[in-house]
């Protein structure tokens, strides 16, 4: 069983090392206490607390256990009535909305139990999401900032700032507050951390650049010509190296602070841990506040332009109309029907607006026999696959005795992809060459006699007849 002057010890102890920022600790020392005396209330009071300062979803869930625990065996309990009040009020109506609802419940027993308590009343404060925000104040991080800013702008030299840190540290070991500065400081003030030292008073101006420098890469991409995505975005990367630097320095300075103000603190100094000797902490300035925001702004502006301008580029393919002429190369154009094109040519994924097939006929010499087959559309989503899966099946067509000596060619003005091959007509014995080529508003096949035109001749005579039966259309 607890004595008073026992519970009274152990709860200041507890309260002690919350006051310190021991929460862990805080927690183990009155979980011993209660494990080996039994439940005391004053004492799941300070255990749950030491839970919701940790300020973590988890941490809350274990804080509501414990009160849930408490009340059994303590229902009418005006301090952990408050408490759990102030718990549930403050929860996420929508994260938590079991746990926000039963608020109100508790503050109505607390209003029937002793209605003008004090308890009550900071309970019922806690409906306000101002009052809230107010009770959990700035983040640790956000107070460290601010002191490191504070000391390192009024004071003549980094040096200077730090002595009077150490200065305030060994006046107030038990303050939390500024033996992190004075951490922070230490770490600060080492050659080479100037870069550092500079960043952390800039940090607002530092985003807000960075954003804009991603912001104006992602957009030069579009304007200036394609690049790889990777490089505005490895940019960001090597941008974000000395934040991450910064972040981690500050990050061990608080933990070793911390440490240090915790390993000071015993019951008498558990009063003046709570008040700290730097000044308060205020809001975010309105000109870090305006930076932090046009640099997200800036940042969320080019991404959205970014997708949008991809998509319209990804879609977007090149517009032809057929204009094959009459006569080629001495040849003249027999026309075999509409529609064989399509047939022959496919459609890989797209929407094929027209197509047709040709056949010159008359000339003399190599490229009389000529066939041109074509199809144009919206084939976006072509890729240089389609001409060299046209080539495999080439090898495949019955009435083709062999077919090899197939190379990539140069596909010439209009871009795209294409692929040429010999081949020889099994009917005829007739050697022959055809060049298929494919871009993202056409696709097609030339086909003519080769018995002994080099790679060359045959490429060119391809890359003519493409140029010359489809037109760019506005």
Do not use: N
Not at 294 to 314: K, M, P, S, W
């Amino acid at each position: 069983m607890h004595s008073e002057e026992d519970a009274a010890s152990a709860c200041a102890h507890a309260a002690a090392l919350i006051a310190a920022g021991r929460y862990a600790e805080a927690r183990k020392a009155a979980e011993a206490v209660l494990e080996a005396d039994g439940p005391e209330p004053r004492l799941l009071l300070v255990l749950a607390r030491a839970h919701m300062a940790e300020d973590e979803d988890d941490h809350d869930d274990a804080a509501e256990r414990v009160f849930r625990r408490a009340l059994d065996t303590f229902p009418d309990h005006i301090d952990l009535l408050a408490g759990y009040a102030e718990l549930c009020l403050r929860s996420d109506a929508l994260d938590r909305p079991g746990r926000h609802a039963r608020g109100p419940v508790l503050l109505e027993r607390l209003r029937e139990l002793a209605p003008d308590s004090p308890q009550r009343r900071r309970a019922a404060d806690s409906t306000s999401v101002l009052a809230t925000a107010a009770g959990k104040g700035p983040s640790a991080a956000r107070v460290q900032r601010h002191d490191v800013v504070h000391a390192l702008t009024t004071a003549a030299s980094p040096e200077e700032a730090e002595k009077e840190a150490r200065r305030q540290a060994a006046l107030a070991p038990h303050d939390h507050r500024v033996a992190v500065l004075d951490a922070t400081l230490t770490a600060l003030a080492r050659p080479g951390r100037a870069p550092l030292r500079l960043l952390v008073r800039r940090t607002p101006e530092y985003l807000f650049v960075a954003s804009l420098t991603v912001a104006a890469l992602l957009l030069a991409r579009h304007l200036l010509g394609p690049f790889p995505f990777w490089i505005p975005w490895a940019v960001g990367l090597l941008l974000d190296l000395p934040l991450l630097a910064l972040r981690l320095l500050l990050r061990g300075a608080r933990a070793r602070g911390g440490e240090r103000a915790s390993g000071a603190v015993d019951v008498d100094a558990a009063s003046a841990s709570a008040e700290s000797s730097l000044s308060a902490v205020p809001r975010y300035a309105r000109r870090e506040a305006a930076l932090i925001g046009a640099g997200a702004a800036i940042a969320l502006g080019a991404l959205t332009t970014t997708v949008v301008l991809t998509h319209a580029e990804y879609t977007a393919y090149p517009r032809y109309e057929a204009v094959a002429p009459y006569s080629f190369r001495g040849m003249t154009r027999m026309d075999m029907g509409e529609g064989l094109g399509a047939a022959a040519a496919g459609d890989p994924g797209g929407r094929i607006e027209a197509a047709f097939t040709h056949y010159y006929t008359g000339g003399a010499g190599d490229g009389s026999e000529l066939a041109v087959t074509a199809s144009i559309g919206d084939f976006h989503d072509a890729t240089a696959a389609l001409v060299r899966e046209s080539d495999t099946l080439l090898s495949e067509t019955p009435g083709v005795t062999s077919a090899d000596d197939a190379w990539t060619a140069d596909a010439g003005a209009y871009g795209g992809w294409m692929q040429c091959s010999r081949y020889v007509e099994d009917l005829t014995g007739t050697p022959k060459a055809i060049c298929f080529w494919a871009d993202r508003g056409s696709m097609g096949s030339v086909t003519f006699r080769a018995s002994d035109m080099p790679h060359a001749d045959i490429e060119q005579l391809a890359r003519m007849t493409r140029q010359t039966v489809l037109r760019p259309s506005s």
